[in-house]
Structure formats: C-alpha cells, structure tokens
C-alpha cells in the first residue's frame, strides 16, 4: 500500500522516534540497537533538516548516558563515522522508503543499510593506525570475518525496529484517520 507524506509537524512520527531513541538505552546484544531503524524511519516520514536530525539528537542524548554506565570515554575517533553511517540510513529512507510503506521494501532497504554500516565501519576499524589487523587484504579480511557477528546483530536490530517504527506509524495513523473519520461522521 503507497501513502503519501503529510506535510508539517509529524507529533506520531516524532513520537515514536523519541520513544526508539530511549529504547538504545535499555540492555541490548551488542548492535541490536534502534537507531539504524530509527534513521531509515526518519528519512523516511520527516521533512528536510529533521530527517537527519533525528538519529544524530538519538545518539548525541544517549551516547554519553551509555559511556558514563559503562565508563568509556563518550565519543572517540570512530563516532564521526558511526555518525556518517546513519546519516545515509537517513538518506536511504528519503530516497527508497518516502512514498512508500510496504514491508518488503522497507526489509530489503533496512538491510541495505545494515550492509553499508557493516562495511564501512569495519573498513575504518581496519584503516586506523592503532588497528590491531594488519593493513594488508588479509587484514582487511580478518577484520571484516570478526565483526561477522556484530553484523548479525546489525541486520536483525535494524530489520526488527524499522518493522516496528513503519508498523506501528501505519497502524497508528490508520487509527487516528478511522478516529478522525467517526468523528466528523
């Protein structure tokens, strides 16, 4: 089923964008986290600036949260790049996912940003100067065999929470437009 954007302030889609943001500080497998979803659904259902705002305003609230609780150093040399990653979920979600809210092509677009997160992550993992792989293709391979089941964790933490931000959308404004619709009735 196709549905077009409305246009304005989103409270339903800035709702469940909050409530997503908070789930990332709830305990979690490593990398089975909301903000992939969360940045395809916000491409996908905010206008302009906000679209991109809304993973970078999720990690910046919770990044520091998570590294007090866990006694990390909040930011490090690998979070412009983890930033950057979303930033194209925010990007895939405007481009594939705007006009459109069917489950398969939102799966296959999650994935998809599964895919560049994991490639391009690890590729820096790999490329910075402390790494502990050699900067050899053997190196490059190794690192990208370790962090296979980080991407596990990727693929179905973003699979699992675009299904439930783009499901619960729709139900929701299905609902609230039913609701709307008995009242003017």
Known sequence: MEQKQSSGFQPLALTLTVAAAF???????????????????????????QAYAVPLLAMLVTDPILSHMAGFPAYSWGTLIIYCCFLINVLLGRVFL??????????????????QFYLITNFFVWLHASSVYPHTAAGLLACYVAALPFFGYTVLGDLFYSAVLFGAYALLKRKAMSLAHSAIS
């Open 23 to 49: 789930l990332r500080l709830v305990p979690h497998p490593p990398n089975f986290a909301p903000v992939g979803g969360l940045a395809l659904f916000g491409g996908a259902r905010f206008r302009g600036w």
């Open 98 to 115: 705007r006009q459109t809210s069917q489950p398969g092509r939102i799966g296959a677009v999650a994935f998809a940003g599964s895919v």
